[in-house]
C-alpha cells in the first residue's frame, strides 16, 4: 500500500546533522524535481500543486501552541508503538522458527498468535468492489498522514514547497514537500514531532472510524432501523442462494437462531461447518423433527451405493430416533452411520416437506425442553436427517418486506410462516440449505440496517459502513508499518532522531545501533509479511 512521503528542496543534498535525522519516507522513496512540475512514467505519475501551501502555514503558525501540544502527544504516542511493533514482530519471528521450544513461560504465545487470529479474514475472498473501497480508503488514510507531517511542520514554522497526489504502479498516494535546510535547523524534539505526527494522524483516524461506527446507528435512526434482522444487498451469480434470496429480502433466522447482526451470521455459520468437520462419514443429526407416522409410512427407501445410503430424485435422507437417542446424539463417535442402521431404519423425504412441523432434539439452538419427554406426540416420530461428509443442513427464515403485495396487505415478518405448513408463502418462507456454510455465508451480501421508506436508499450506510470499516483497517495498517525500524519508512527516522537525544552514545555506536536495527527489522518484516501471504494462498 503505496503512502505519501515529504520530499526534499531539489539542489539540496540530504546531509545529516546530529539529530536531524534522514530525509522523511514512508513507503516509497524519495524523487528529486527541479521545478514545480507533473511527472509521468510507465510506473509512476503525480500532480504537484501549491495551492494548499498558505492555508496550511497559516493555519499551523495560528494554532502553533495547540498543534505542538497535539504532536508532542503524539510523540509519545509513536515511539510507544514503535517499541510494542517491535516486540510484537520479534515475538511472531521467534513463533515461526520455533524459538519457544523448551521454554515454557513463552510456550502458551503459540497459541495466541497474531495470524491465526486473523486467519480467517485473510482468507476471505476479495471482490472488485473490495478493491475499490480499498482504494478509497487508501487515499483518505494517505491525505491524512500527510497531512500530520505538514501541520507538525508549518506548526514549527517550516514553510511547505508543494503537496502532490501520486499513483505509483496501482497504489495511490500522497506526499508533502518542504524546504530541508529549515529541517536541519529545527531543534531535535521539533524534528521528532514532525516524524510522527504521520502515525499520530492515522491513530487518530483509527479513533474516529471506530466511534463513528459506535454511532452510526444512533445518527441514521431517523430514516434506518438498526439490529433487528439483516436486509440482503446482493447475491453472487455463484451462490447456492441464488434464486431462493434476492436483494430486499430480510433474513431473520438461521438454523433456529434470530440473527440480527452480520457477526451473528458470520459465527452462527462457523459453529456449523464446525460440526460438519467432525466427521467424515455419513452422520445422523441431533435436530429432529415430529413428522407423522403416516407420511413416513408413505416415503421412499433408500439405495445403499458405495456402502453409503442415497435417495432418489433429489430427496433426503431421515431416520427416526427416540427420545434417549436425542439426548445422546451429539458425541460424534456415536452418531456416526453403522451396522446399527438398516435399510428398513432409514426413508427419503423431501426436505422441505418437514418445514413447519415441530422440532425435536437437542441440536437446536432455542430446543425446547418438555420435562424429558418427547414434544412429538404418539402419531409422530422424531426424524431428523442424515448429513452426507463434508455438508451442513441448515434452516433459513427470510421475509420480503419490500414487496408491493407484502406493503399492500401490511402483513409483519413470519406471520404467514407460523401458519404455512411448508414454510412458503408470498411474504416469507423458510428453506433447507445442505451443502458448505461458509460459502453460503459469504456468498452474499447484508446489512444491518433496513430504509423505514424505501428499499433503494438501503445501500447508503452499508457503502458508509464498509468504508469506515476499510478506512480503519487502512489507517491501522499505515499506523504499524511506520511504527517499524524499517527502511524507507516513517519508523527510521524516529529511530535516528530518538536515537541522537541519547548523549551518551558516541556517533559511531549511535550508527552502529541504527543500522543493526534497520536490518533486522527489515529482515524480520520481510519476513512476517511473507507468513502472511502464505496463509492467503493456501
Given at each position: 500500500?503505496?503512502?505519501?512521503n515529504?520530499?526534499?528542496?531539489?539542489?539540496?543534498?540530504?546531509?545529516?546533522?546530529p539529530g536531524g535525522?534522514?530525509?522523511?519516507?514512508?513507503?516509497?522513496?524519495?524523487?528529486?524535481?527541479?521545478?514545480?512540475?507533473?511527472s509521468?512514467?510507465c510506473?509512476y505519475?503525480?500532480?504537484?500543486?501549491?495551492?494548499?501551501n498558505e492555508?496550511?502555514?497559516?493555519?499551523?503558525?495560528?494554532?502553533?501552541?495547540?498543534?505542538r501540544?497535539?504532536?508532542?502527544?503524539?510523540?509519545?504516542?509513536?515511539?510507544?508503538?514503535?517499541?510494542?511493533?517491535t516486540?510484537i514482530?520479534?515475538?511472531?519471528?521467534?513463533?515461526a522458527?520455533?524459538?519457544y521450544?523448551?521454554?515454557?513461560?513463552?510456550?502458551?504465545?503459540?497459541?495466541?498468535?497474531?495470524?491465526?487470529?486473523?486467519?480467517?479474514v485473510?482468507?476471505?475472498?476479495?471482490?472488485?468492489?473490495?478493491?475499490?473501497?480499498m482504494?478509497?480508503?487508501?487515499?483518505i488514510?494517505?491525505?491524512?498522514?500527510?497531512?500530520?507531517h505538514?501541520?507538525?511542520?508549518?506548526?514549527?514554522?517550516?514553510q511547505?514547497?508543494?503537496?502532490?497526489?501520486f499513483?505509483a504502479?496501482?497504489f495511490?498516494g500522497a506526499?508533502?514537500?518542504?524546504?530541508n535546510?529549515?529541517?536541519?535547523?529545527?531543534?531535535?524534539?521539533?524534528?521528532?514531532?514532525i516524524?510522527?505526527?504521520?502515525?499520530w494522524?492515522?491513530?487518530?483516524l483509527?479513533?474516529?472510524?471506530?466511534?463513528?461506527?459506535?454511532?452510526?446507528?444512533?445518527i441514521?435512526?431517523p430514516l434506518?432501523?438498526?439490529?433487528?434482522?439483516?436486509?440482503?444487498?446482493?447475491?453472487?451469480?455463484?451462490?447456492?442462494?441464488?434464486?431462493?434470496?434476492?436483494?430486499?429480502?430480510?433474513?431473520?433466522?438461521l438454523?433456529?437462531?434470530?440473527?440480527?447482526t452480520?457477526?451473528?451470521w458470520?459465527?452462527?455459520?462457523y459453529?456449523?461447518?464446525?460440526?460438519?468437520?467432525?466427521?467424515?462419514?455419513?452422520?445422523?443429526?441431533?435436530?429432529?423433527?415430529?413428522?407423522p407416522?403416516l407420511?413416513i409410512?408413505?416415503?421412499k427407501?433408500a439405495?445403499?451405493?458405495?456402502n453409503?445410503?442415497?435417495?432418489?430424485?433429489?430427496?433426503?435422507?431421515?431416520?427416526?430416533?427416540?427420545?434417549?437417542?436425542?439426548s445422546?446424539?451429539?458425541?460424534?463417535?456415536s452418531?456416526?452411520?453403522?451396522?446399527?442402521?438398516?435399510?428398513?431404519?432409514?426413508?427419503?423425504?423431501?426436505?422441505?416437506?418437514v418445514?413447519?412441523?415441530k422440532?425435536c432434539?437437542?441440536?437446536?439452538?432455542?430446543?425446547?425442553?418438555n420435562?424429558?419427554?418427547c414434544l412429538?406426540?404418539?402419531?409422530e416420530s422424531?426424524s431428523?436427517?442424515?448429513?452426507?461428509?463434508?455438508?451442513?443442513?441448515?434452516?433459513?427464515t427470510?421475509?420480503?418486506?419490500y414487496?408491493?403485495e407484502?406493503?399492500?396487505?401490511g402483513?409483519?415478518?413470519?406471520s404467514?410462516?407460523?401458519?404455512s405448513?411448508?414454510?412458503?408463502?408470498?411474504?416469507?418462507?423458510?428453506?433447507?440449505f445442505?451443502?458448505d456454510?461458509m460459502?453460503?455465508?459469504?456468498?452474499i451480501?447484508?446489512?444491518?440496517?433496513?430504509?423505514r421508506?424505501?428499499?433503494?436508499?438501503?445501500?447508503?450506510?452499508a457503502?458508509?459502513e464498509?468504508?469506515?470499516?476499510?478506512?480503519?483497517?487502512v489507517?491501522?495498517?499505515?499506523?504499524?508499518?511506520n511504527?517499524?525500524p524499517?527502511?524507507h519508512?516513517?519508523?527510521?527516522?524516529?529511530?535516528?532522531?530518538?536515537l541522537?537525544?541519547?548523549?551518551?552514545?558516541?556517533?559511531?555506536i549511535?550508527?552502529?545501533?541504527?543500522q543493526s536495527?534497520?536490518?533486522?527489522?527489515?529482515?524480520?518484516s520481510?519476513?512476517?509479511?511473507?507468513?502472511?501471504?502464505l496463509?492467503?494462498?493456501?
Amino acid at each position: 500500500m503505496a503512502e505519501g512521503n515529504i520530499q526534499l528542496q531539489p539542489g539540496r543534498r540530504p546531509g545529516r546533522r546530529p539529530g536531524g535525522g534522514t530525509p522523511q519516507r514512508t513507503l516509497l522513496p524519495l524523487r528529486r524535481v527541479s521545478h514545480l512540475s507533473n511527472s509521468i512514467s510507465c510506473w509512476y505519475c503525480d500532480f504537484k500543486s501549491s495551492v494548499f501551501n498558505e492555508p496550511l502555514f497559516h493555519f499551523g503558525r495560528k494554532y502553533s501552541r495547540w498543534l505542538r501540544i497535539w504532536f508532542s502527544v503524539g510523540m509519545g504516542f509513536s515511539l510507544t508503538t514503535l517499541i510494542g511493533v517491535t516486540v510484537i514482530i520479534l515475538l511472531e519471528s521467534a513463533r515461526a522458527l520455533n524459538l519457544y521450544d523448551g521454554i515454557p513461560q513463552l510456550n502458551s504465545i503459540q497459541n495466541g498468535s497474531i495470524l491465526e487470529f486473523y486467519s480467517p479474514v485473510l482468507k476471505y475472498s476479495i471482490s472488485i468492489t473490495d478493491v475499490g473501497y480499498m482504494c478509497i480508503s487508501s487515499i483518505i488514510s494517505v491525505l491524512v498522514h500527510e497531512l500530520g507531517h505538514a501541520l507538525a511542520a508549518t506548526s514549527e514554522g517550516m514553510q511547505i514547497e508543494y503537496t502532490a497526489v501520486f499513483l505509483a504502479v496501482l497504489f495511490p498516494g500522497a506526499l508533502v514537500a518542504f524546504n530541508n535546510e529549515m529541517l536541519q535547523m529545527i531543534p531535535r524534539v521539533a524534528t521528532l514531532r514532525i516524524y510522527c505526527a504521520g502515525v499520530w494522524h492515522n491513530a487518530a483516524l483509527c479513533v474516529v472510524c471506530a466511534l463513528t461506527l459506535f454511532l452510526l446507528p444512533l445518527i441514521l435512526y431517523p430514516l434506518y432501523s438498526h439490529g433487528e434482522s439483516l436486509m440482503v444487498l446482493g447475491v453472487s451469480a455463484r451462490s447456492p442462494l441464488n434464486g431462493y434470496l434476492s436483494p430486499g429480502d430480510v433474513v431473520t433466522m438461521l438454523d433456529g437462531k434470530h440473527i440480527r447482526t452480520t457477526n451473528e451470521w458470520k459465527e452462527m455459520a462457523y459453529l456449523l461447518d464446525k460440526q460438519v468437520l467432525q466427521t467424515t462419514k455419513q452422520y445422523v443429526s441431533n435436530k429432529g423433527y415430529c413428522v407423522p407416522n403416516l407420511v413416513i409410512a408413505k416415503s421412499k427407501n433408500a439405495e445403499i451405493v458405495d456402502n453409503q445410503f442415497i435417495c432418489p430424485n433429489g430427496l433426503t435422507l431421515f431416520t427416526t430416533i427416540s427420545c434417549a437417542e436425542s439426548s445422546t446424539i451429539n458425541d460424534s463417535s456415536s452418531n456416526e452411520i453403522g451396522y446399527q442402521l438398516t435399510r428398513e431404519h432409514i426413508y427419503c423425504f423431501p426436505a422441505k416437506g418437514v418445514l413447519g412441523e415441530k422440532k425435536c432434539g437437542d441440536g437446536w439452538v432455542n430446543s425446547v425442553k418438555n420435562d424429558g419427554n418427547c414434544l412429538c406426540t404418539e402419531d409422530e416420530s422424531c426424524s431428523t436427517p442424515i448429513h452426507m461428509p463434508g455438508l451442513a443442513w441448515a434452516e433459513i427464515t427470510f421475509s420480503r418486506p419490500y414487496s408491493p403485495e407484502c406493503q399492500r396487505v401490511g402483513n409483519k415478518m413470519r406471520s404467514s410462516y407460523n401458519n404455512s405448513g411448508s414454510g412458503e408463502n408470498s411474504c416469507s418462507g423458510t428453506f433447507v440449505f445442505i451443502g458448505d456454510m461458509m460459502s453460503m455465508a459469504r456468498s452474499i451480501w447484508l446489512t444491518e440496517y433496513q430504509s423505514r421508506w424505501l428499499y433503494g436508499v438501503a445501500y447508503i450506510p452499508a457503502v458508509v459502513e464498509k468504508l469506515l470499516v476499510n478506512t480503519f483497517h487502512v489507517s491501522l495498517m499505515l499506523v504499524l508499518l511506520n511504527s517499524l525500524p524499517v527502511y524507507h519508512l516513517d519508523g527510521e527516522s524516529i529511530l535516528e532522531v530518538a536515537l541522537c537525544c541519547f548523549g551518551s552514545l558516541t556517533p559511531t555506536i549511535r550508527k552502529l545501533v541504527l543500522q543493526s536495527s534497520l536490518l533486522a527489522g527489515t529482515l524480520i518484516s520481510c519476513l512476517f509479511i511473507f507468513r502472511i501471504l502464505l496463509l492467503v494462498i493456501s
